[in-house]
């Protein structure tokens, strides 16, 4: 397939998506209210269905230098309870479910898929986080604060710590990046 025919099939496709997800967020607004928490849980889960469909496992996110981890963060992140958030993760069972996803293999090459995981993870939360700030501006211009405090709420726990999560792990892996090549480099 020539490479054109396959860039407009993905663009229809990632159009789909996003229109469906627009959809149900409007049926949503419009069959179950803007104000309470049903509204917000379920568009949150139609944001994350919408956007695994737009950064899957085959995309590729280039080294842009806002994913990098600067070391301040790897302090700050902690601070905020983001290992703690971590933990939960692992206390609810998600982590081994997502394990699959992750793709690391214990080895080097492992490691640089596990920092795509990472990346994808990180670009698609704050994908969502970024809608859900339009969406809940759009809840709150009609007046339905309650419905804009309960998807900025889970907003916060379904996205923002998460991407914080991955900026976290992505730090570690910086450090091992940085070890093995300094390991590797011949001496002169």
Aim: hydrophobic content about 50%; proline content about 4%.
């Amino acid at each position: 397939m020539p490479p054109s025919l396959k860039s407009a099939r993905v663009m229809l496709a990632g159009s789909l998506a996003t229109a469906l997800a627009a959809g149900g967020i409007a049926a949503a607004w419009v069959l179950i209210g803007r104000t309470g928490f049903t509204f917000a849980w379920v568009t949150h889960f139609i944001l994350m269905a919408w956007v695994s469909s737009i950064v899957g496992p085959r995309v590729h996110i280039p080294s842009h230098g806002w994913l990098r981890v600067r070391p301040w963060e790897a302090r700050l992140y902690p601070a905020l309870g983001v290992r703690l958030f971590g933990k939960l993760l692992d206390v609810i069972g998600w982590n081994r479910v997502i394990a699959r996803e992750r793709g690391f293999d214990g080895t080097r090459e492992g490691l640089k898929e596990l920092d795509q995981h990472t990346r994808r993870a990180e670009v698609g939360h704050s994908i969502c986080l970024f809608v859900t700030a339009a969406v809940a501006f759009g809840v709150l211009s009609t007046g339905a604060w309650r419905g804009a405090v309960w998807l900025v709420a889970l907003g916060l726990l379904l996205h923002l710590y998460p991407a914080l999560l991955q900026r976290l792990l992505r730090a570690r892996l910086q450090s091992i990046s940085a070890r093995l090549s300094r390991k590797s480099s011949p001496l002169l």
